[in-house]
């Protein structure tokens, strides 16, 4: 399985600001995406980060709010902006390590507290 | 809409007993199927995935796929509280996943 892994992994944020994202995998991969976990709640998808060219993001999540960007095959970031204490929540980077869909795994997670 | 459906639960078995979780999913253009374990506080983890009808088996734990039912269930035999998590049933449609709720589990020593 590949390993994942996310910085930071903890943070507070004031409201009004951004916080961003790191998600470094140990080796090369196709697909890459970003995740929402509010309390108490199961996985959303926010987006499929694609390398060299737009995330493709999925419904009710926009580019302005998650930025997010995939500079090579081990890397991305996601960019949380204008931050409120809706955006608490843990946000999580997964991989599909085959490229088929059929294997996929999740980094440890940033938990996000917005006050 | 793409759907998955779980009983939130809490389950709660003694220890030594088989655990039962079950799901259903809405869209039969979905072929594979993933368990993930999410103890609190933590990420989830890849327990099984399953894409042919039947049952498959790894350890302790045996998942299960009915297509026509559209129903996906999880056996864990030998239950232990470090079992004790939630369970997180995953449909794949088009290399994304789509998750249920959660089913929290609970084993009683």
């Known amino acids: 399985s590949a390993v994942i892994s996310q910085k930071p992994s903890r943070d507070i944020c004031q409201r009004g600001t951004s916080l961003t994202i790191q998600c470094q995998v140990d080796s090369q991969v196709t697909m890459m995406f970003w995740y929402r976990q509010q309390p108490g709640q199961s996985l959303t998808l926010i987006a499929t980060a694609n390398q060299g060219s737009e995330a493709t993001y999925e419904s009710g999540f926009v580019i302005d709010k998650f930025p997010i960007s995939r500079p090579n095959l081990t890397f991305s970031t996601l960019t949380v902006s204008n931050l409120s204490p809706e955006d608490s929540s843990i946000y999580l980077c997964?991989?599909?390590?085959?490229?088929?869909?059929?294997?996929?795994?999740f980094g440890e997670g940033s938990w996000l507290t917005v006050v | 809409q793409k759907e998955v459906e779980q009983n939130s639960g809490p389950l709660s078995v003694p220890e030594g007993a088989i655990a039962s979780l079950n799901c259903t999913y809405s869209?039969?253009?979905?072929?594979?199927f993933f368990w993930y374990r999410q103890y609190s506080g933590k990420s989830p983890e890849l327990i099984m995935s399953?894409?042919?009808?039947g049952d498959k088996e790894d350890g302790r734990f045996t998942a299960q796929l009915n297509k026509a039912s559209q129903y996906v269930s999880l056996l864990i035999r030998d239950s232990q509280p470090s079992d004790s998590a939630t369970y997180l049933c995953?449909?794949?449609?088009?290399?994304?996943?789509?998750f249920g709720a959660g089913t929290i589990l609970r084993v009683k020593s």
């Open positions: 995953a449909a794949e449609y088009g290399n994304k996943l789509v």
């Open positions: 399953i894409y042919s009808n």
């Open positions: 869209d039969r253009g979905s072929q594979s």
């Open positions: 997964s991989v599909d390590s085959t490229g088929s869909g059929n294997t996929i795994y």
